[in-house]
């Protein structure tokens, strides 16, 4: 299956496709992973995952053209699938440079299995303008995907929340939280660290999801969003799609610009980014839900074993949501509301049809 990252130069495709390597090793309940194809070789994402987390002293280069990285999504000692990430540099959107790779990008996006948009989140209602004529130049190369194959889902990413104003700082804050939540459980299940941490991803996302509420909840995010949901609901066809909160960075920052690799050096931080894994594994889950069947045999023979891989994935998608890895509305956990962030949807394909 391939999949592309779409943006302008600078939203963070490139720091988005490193922080998906996190999921080599942090799995889920479920145990998918994200693998290189060729593991003993180090790929463009791996390569960028470890000058972002310090591993490897480097700059990131901005992408020039399109490059393609093989990856396999795996559970346990099985490989499932093949993934083919697209990174994109970004001035191939931008209208008047007009270069060959937005002609080559025209010609080939229709092969692909599932569109990432990536914007700013934006601080106010003057980078919501931005972002929305963004969203709009990228709509149109997602509508030439669309003419080839009206299903292919598109997760639209709102990055960098962590330089909202309303996340400023949260870290201390947000520490002193988690470290509540442990003690209380420390206390009732003293030394059980199965329960323990089992707990810990159940309930940490509630804590977590109490301080990126108020950044979300804004006028510029939701005209971004409403934009996205509006071009949907016009094209009258059948798109999946779901949108994500996102920093590849986590929260880290104090203030409104981060020099990255000095903050990991300096401070010994455990490198957590947040919305990227789950939108990614969406898209796939999205696709898989909604393949015609002979593709999906194509893919993957073993019809039970595609079925499984379906189940697998929401599951994993959820515990990326309840551990803190991934943005639900904390006050929509009960049955009688419902929206756009509510835990109980994320196996929902259509958000446009519904209220925020
Ligand atoms: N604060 C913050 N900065 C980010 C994030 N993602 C990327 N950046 C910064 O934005 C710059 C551009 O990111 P890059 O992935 O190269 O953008 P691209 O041009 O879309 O590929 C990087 O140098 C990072 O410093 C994020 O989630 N939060
Ligand atoms: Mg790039």
Known sequence: MKFMVLGFSGVGKTFYLGSLFKLRYDIGPRGIALQDKNFTEKSWIGNTHEIMTGIEVGSISSTMGLIDSSMVLTKGMDQIVDIEITDVEGQALNQKSGSQTAQKLISTIEDYDGLILIVKAPRNLQEAERSKEHLGQMLNFAREALKGNERIPMALVLNQIDLLPELHRIKPRLEEELEKLEAELDNKYGGNYSLI????????????????????????????????????????????????????????????????????????????PYGSAASFLWVIYARLKTLPKVRLMEIMPNEAGSNLLVDDLLEDIRDLHTSGKAYFDPDQNNPTKSGIWSLRNISLLESHTMQA
């Open 197 to 272: 941490e089992q707990q810990l991803r159940i309930r940490k996302g509630e804590v977590v999801n109490k301080f990126v509420k108020p950044a979300v909840n804004t006028r510029a995010v939701f005209q971004v969003y409403h934009t996205f949901f509006r071009f949907i609901k016009a094209t009258k066809l059948i798109v999946p799609n779901k949108v994500f909160p996102c920093t590849s960075l986590g929260f880290v920052n104090t203030g409104d610009t981060l020099d990255f690799a000095t903050y990991l050096a300096e401070s010994g931080q455990i490198y957590e």
